[in-house]
């Protein structure tokens, strides 16, 4: 599974988690009103984050990042259980002098099972290449159990030739990384190993006929 699959399958699952033994969920859209670089706009956000949402209102939940096409500034997309005012909130920031540079603040109810809606941001995202070296979504005061994407495991094909091959290269030479030749008949092997299974006496046939090398023996 590439990893932009994995980031979104992470955040509906924490989406989900969040949601649960509530009836409804609150996502805000905060978007600034001028088109600036990306890491300029995750500064402005950042900031926002920590001196309003947070320190003035206690948010906590989950954010995803989106470019709008239609001219105008950065997108943030917050689900949260927290519902207050509007205008509450845009005191604040006036108040925190935090008000510049943001333009249109929205939020509406949504049924904590759709929650996960949000995450169709993430593709677009990650195929504009905007966001390359930025999170796309982050977790904001959720604690440590949230999901994370390091706790998604695959179970393809593909994913699983690559376990095997990982685990052959820990008994190898200390070039694999750069000797072709041992990629491919690595490749081979693990090929092999998922085809017939690991304890076949195919398979150890097979071993026995590429070499020592691929029975990780020397």
């Known amino acids: 599974m590439k990893s932009g699959r994995k980031t979104g399958v992470a955040l509906r699952a924490n989406l989900r988690a969040m949601g649960e033994g509530r009836k409804w969920l609150y996502l805000w859209t905060f978007t600034l009103e001028a088109v600036i670089p990306v890491k300029t706009a995750c500064s402005a956000w950042k900031s926002f984050l920590r001196d309003v949402l947070v320190r003035r209102f206690g948010f906590a939940g989950y954010r995803v990042f989106e470019l709008h096409p239609k001219g ?22 006036e108040d925190l002098k935090a008000a510049v540079g943001w333009g249109r603040i929205h939020v509406v109810r949504i049924p904590s099972q759709m929650a996960d809606y949000v995450a169709k941001y993430l593709r ?3 195929r504009c290449g905007a966001f390359a070296g930025v999170r ?3 977790a904001v005061r959720m604690g440590k159990a949230r999901v994370l994407v390091s706790d998604i495991e695959c179970n393809t094909i593909l994913s699983r030739l690559v376990k095997l091959m990982r685990r052959r290269f820990t008994s190898w030479c200390e070039d694999f990384s750069t000797n072709h030749v041992q990629q491919y008949r690595a490749y081979q092997a693990a090929l092999w190993e998922y085809a017939l299974g690991h304890d076949s006496t195919d398979y150890k046939g097979v071993l026995l006929e590429m070499g020592p090398l691929c029975c990780g023996q020397s």
């Open 72 to 93: 105008h500034g950065l997108h943030v997309h917050f689900v949260t259980t927290k519902r207050i005012s509007v205008v509450a909130l845009r005191d604040a920031m």
């Open 124 to 126: 677009k995202g990650q």
């Open 136 to 138: 796309i979504w982050a």
